[in-house]
Structure formats: structure tokens, C-alpha cells
């Protein structure tokens, strides 16, 4: 079994990180899923849309949510179900980040959530260069 991952994001975003990641990691993934916030959606009704969608993952082995932007709507709302199921929110996903969450579905909590991270923070490089003028 594995860490269920649910990705709450602006639209366009969770659905297309997935593609790209699973495309790059080329394996079955499951015990995922995402749901995408329109910008003029209804907090409650989306809480509702998403605790929908967590009775069909298997959550034995955990959960982690996943959200675009810190502080933005999807996070806010995704902050709740976390404080509510008592597990781990993560901010600011990039496809370093998903690509490590899909690789390393089997780590424990810890492991995962660091490898995650990892992935995010070393996927951010500066490759500016001195130019002479």
C-alpha cells in the first residue's frame, strides 16, 4: 500500500503536474487523487466535493494534501481537511516535488514528506550568468 496523496490547486494545475509526473515516472499510480478549485467556488461545497473523493483512497498508510500557493483558496481549504483528518498539508508543488511523490509512494510519512521537499527545493536553481558588458 501506499501514502494517499490529494492535490488541492487552482485549475489546470494538479491535473497537468500529474500528467507531466506520471509521464516522466512511467508507472501506475493510484490511491491519488486531485481536485481543482475554480476561482469563484464555494469553500464548503468544495470541502464536500473533496471528502467525497477521500472515501474512494485508502488512507491505512496516511495522507498527505498537496496545494499550489501557501495562503491562496486551495490551501486554505485544504489546511481545514488536514486539521480535520490530522495529517500533512504541502505547499507550493512543483513537478520536482511530484515526481518525488510518485517515485517514493511506498516510504514511510517522514521519508516521503522529506524526499518531497527535497525535490521541491532542489528543482528551484538560479542559472543566472555574469555577462561583460
Not at 474512494?56 to 496516511?62: A, E, K, R, S, Y
Not at 516535488?97 to 521541491?120: C, F, H, P, S, W
Amino acid at each position: 500500500m501506499s501514502i494517499a496523496l490529494f492535490f488541492v490547486t487552482h485549475e489546470g494545475i494538479a491535473s497537468n503536474l500529474l500528467s507531466i509526473g506520471e509521464a516522466i515516472v512511467q508507472k501506475s499510480n493510484s490511491n491519488l487523487s486531485y481536485l481543482e478549485v475554480p476561482m469563484d467556488a464555494s469553500p464548503e461545497e468544495t470541502v464536500k466535493q473533496i471528502e467525497k473523493k477521500l472515501t474512494q483512497l485508502t488512507l491505512d498508510d496516511g495522507l498527505f494534501f498537496i496545494t499550489d500557493i501557501y495562503g491562496g483558496t486551495p490551501s486554505n481549504i485544504a489546511q481545514q481537511l488536514a486539521t480535520k483528518y490530522e495529517t500533512l498539508l504541502i505547499s507550493g508543488v512543483n513537478l520536482p516535488m511530484v515526481i518525488r511523490l510518485l517515485n517514493y509512494r511506498e516510504e514511510q510519512t517522514e521519508k516521503l514528506l522529506q524526499k518531497a521537499l527535497d525535490g521541491a527545493h532542489l528543482g528551484i536553481q538560479n542559472h543566472m550568468t555574469e555577462t561583460n558588458n
